[in-house]
C-alpha cells in the first residue's frame, strides 16, 4: 500500500489521489460530507441556545413589568430581538442553501459558506447572550453592576470562543 500524501488507498482498495496527509483517507465529497454534517450539529447546538433566548425575549415584552423597563433598556431589548432573529436566520441558512443546492455537486462550496455562516452566528449569539445577561441585571439589580457584568461577560465569551481555541492550536 502507498501512504504517500498523492496516492492512498481507501478500504475498498481503489487509489485516492486527492486524500489528504492528515489520517483520514477520504475523497474530497466524503471530506465535504463529514463536514457538513459536524456543521449541522454545530448548528443543532446553536438553535437550541437561540430558541431559549428568543423564548425568553418573547415572554418578556407580555410580563407585566415590561412597562417598567427605561429607554435605554427598551432599546436593548429590541436590539436583543433582533439579534435573535438574526441569530435563527444565520443558522437557517445553511439549511436552506442545501436545498437549493442539493444535487448539484456543490457540497465544498455549501460547506465553505456554511462555515462561515456559522461563524457569524457565533458572533451574534455571543452579542446576544452578553445583552440579554447586561439587560437582566440591569432591570433586577442597577445600571453600574449591568455594566460590570457586561465587561465581565463580554471578556469571558472572548476568551472562550476566541483566545482558548487558538492558545489550543499552538500546542
Same mark, same amino acid.
Given at each position: ?22 489520517? &483520514? ?48 433598556? +427598551? ?14 436566520? +444565520? ?12 444535487? &448539484? ?6 460547506? &465553505? ?59
Amino acid at each position: 500500500m502507498d501512504d504517500s500524501a498523492d496516492a492512498r488507498t481507501d478500504a475498498t482498495g481503489v487509489k485516492n489521489i486527492d486524500a489528504k496527509p492528515d489520517g &483520514r483517507d477520504e475523497t474530497p465529497d466524503e471530506r465535504a460530507d463529514r463536514n457538513w454534517d459536524e456543521l449541522m450539529q454545530e448548528l443543532r447546538v446553536m438553535q437550541t441556545g437561540t430558541q431559549v433566548l428568543s423564548g425568553f425575549l418573547l415572554a418578556v415584552a407580555f410580563a407585566p413589568r415590561f412597562t417598567e423597563l427605561d429607554d435605554l433598556q +427598551l432599546t436593548l431589548y429590541v436590539v436583543l430581538v433582533c439579534l435573535a432573529a438574526l441569530a435563527t436566520v +444565520l443558522a437557517l441558512t445553511p439549511v436552506g442553501m442545501h436545498r437549493s443546492l442539493f444535487g &448539484r455537486r456543490r457540497k465544498p462550496e455549501l460547506v &465553505r459558506f456554511a462555515s462561515r455562516m456559522v461563524q457569524a452566528d457565533l458572533v451574534v449569539i455571543g452579542l446576544l447572550s452578553v445583552g440579554v445577561t447586561t439587560l437582566i441585571v440591569d432591570f433586577t439589580v442597577d445600571r453600574t453592576t449591568a455594566m460590570i457584568v457586561l465587561v465581565v461577560i463580554a471578556v469571558v465569551v472572548l476568551a472562550l470562543w476566541g483566545l482558548l481555541p487558538r492558545l489550543i492550536d499552538r500546542r
